[in-house]
């Protein structure tokens, strides 16, 4: 494939972002264009819910310096959201009225929270988090210990509780599920229950919520599917996230039965000159043979670095193995791989009443995945293990050196 004289970002986040660093990177010469829907220039979302949540800080981590895009030539267009791709002519539409013409399209337009449908979620006090300006509301929401109502016991659910209990809200966890992250399974998830009822949240578990009520001066309460209700001053809806894949929707490209925009092991979709990174991207995973979505910061990081060699001509299959991290109050831990906890064995080296331990799973003898909580000296091994196909023993795992084993 010939070089392209120009590529065109849609989504201005971090998987975009590193795209169009990793261009000029690489070499490439010609003109790049970078369209982002927010005010904002690109930054990262886990401070979000962490330090920025804390009050530890007014600023998330930017990918990069304010004048590292005029430096190298990108054209960083902020407040201008795509609003159609015309795949024949090669062209992007924005809000603004701009026509923006491409050789190569990268789409990267992440996520956006999924809503409850319920009376009541419109109301002054409930709120979602996916962006800075949405951070910074939420943590002035949390001053004066309201009390805070958290529905959905997942990873923004859980840090955004752990940072509002830090501040001395009142704070109540709310899931249909029996317990926070139950996507881990039922032994993590206990430690994870545990590390947050150790820090004085409260629990309303296994059950939905109906409505959440209240008036124009905002919201006072969330009415639960047994009929009861729980006071709130302050409600966070962190239910998920569903990939915004109304553009390519509308384009007419593939999307994935598993959600997001279908990508084959390049990030290329199914128009050819146009590719997807991030959140959005459902892509054919060479490791498992299988069509994989992450929403994790690691991969919109290393798939948007990735992506731009293509984009510039080379067709390289992307396959790394999902990483994930997460820190709340005195725990922090890391994810390598990809687990299915109902079938995998789970194989424990360390103290989970302790919170410092490996957790592996298993299938068939190869690791899946590990998980590391306030451990820090095994990554490359806990990685390696992930990344190897040799086969291991529950023994091993538990017991040996990680380095040594094949
Ligand atoms: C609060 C929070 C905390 C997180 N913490 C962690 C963590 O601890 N560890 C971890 O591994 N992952 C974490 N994640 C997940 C991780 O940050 C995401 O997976 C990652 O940011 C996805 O990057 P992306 O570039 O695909 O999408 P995004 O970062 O969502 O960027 C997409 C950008 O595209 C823009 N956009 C959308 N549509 C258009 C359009 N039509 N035109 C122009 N622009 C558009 C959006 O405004 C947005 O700025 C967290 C996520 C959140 C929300």
């Known amino acids: 494939m010939s070089e392209p004289k120009r590529i065109v970002i849609v989504g201005a986040g971090l998987a975009g972002a590193s795209a169009a660093a990793a261009l000029r990177d690489n070499g490439y010469d010609g003109e790049i264009a970078v369209l982002g829907a927010e005010a904002h220039r690109p930054y990262e979302l886990p401070p979000l819910s962490k330090r920025i949540l804390l009050g530890q800080s007014d600023e998330p981590d930017w990918v990069r310096d304010a004048d590292f895009y005029s430096g190298h030539d990108i054209d960083l267009r902020l407040g201008t959201g795509a609003t159609r791709v015309e795949l024949g002519a090669r062209v992007v539409q924005d809000a603004r009225g701009g026509r923006h013409s491409y050789d190569r399209l990268l789409l990267a337009t992440g996520s956006q929270p999924r809503t409850l449908p319920v009376r009541g979620v419109d109301l002054p006090g409930v709120y979602s ?34 940072a ?65 209700e729980l006071p709130a001053d302050v409600v ?45 991207a459902a892509q054919w995973h060479p490791r498992y043979g299988r069509r994989v979505r992450v ?96 086969k291991v023993t529950p023994e091993q795992l538990r017991n040996s050196d990680l380095a040594a084993l094949p």
């Open 236 to 280: 966070l809806v962190a239910v998920g996230a569903v990939p915004r894949v109304d553009l390519a929707h509308a384009a007419g490209l593939e999307l994935a039965d598993e959600g997001g925009v279908a990508v084959d092991a390049s990030l290329r979709t199914s128009a050819p000159d146009v590719y997807a990174a991030g959140d959005i």
């Open 295 to 390: 929403e994790h910061w690691a991969n919109a990081k290393n798939q948007g670095a990735h992506v731009a060699a293509n984009l510039a001509g080379g067709q390289e299959p992307y396959t790394r193995s999902p990483y994930f991290f997460t820190d709340q109050y005195d725990l922090g831990c890391e994810y390598r791989g990809l687990a299915d906890p109902s079938r995998d064995e789970l194989v424990v080296r360390g103290d989970l009443g302790k919170r410092e331990f490996t957790a592996f799973w298993l299938r068939e003898g190869q690791v899946t995945a590990a998980m590391n909580v306030n451990m820090w000296d095994d990554g490359d091994a806990l990685q390696a293990l992930v990344d190897g196909e040799a």
């Open 129 to 162: 988090l996916r962006t800075l300006d949405d951070a910074l509301a939420l943590r002035s929401a949390f001053a004066g210990s309201p009390r805070v109502v958290v529905v959905g016991t997942g990873w923004i659910g859980t840090e955004a509780a752990a």
């Open 164 to 228: 509002a209990r830090q501040q001395g809200a009142e704070v109540t966890m709310v899931d249909v599920l029996p317990g926070p992250l139950w996507v881990l399974g039922p032994e993590i998830s206990e430690v994870f229950a545990g590390l947050h009822t150790e820090h004085g949240v409260q629990w309303r578990l296994g059950s939905g919520i109906t409505e959440l009520t209240g008036g124009p001066s905002g919201v006072t309460g969330v009415r639960l599917a047994d009929g009861s």
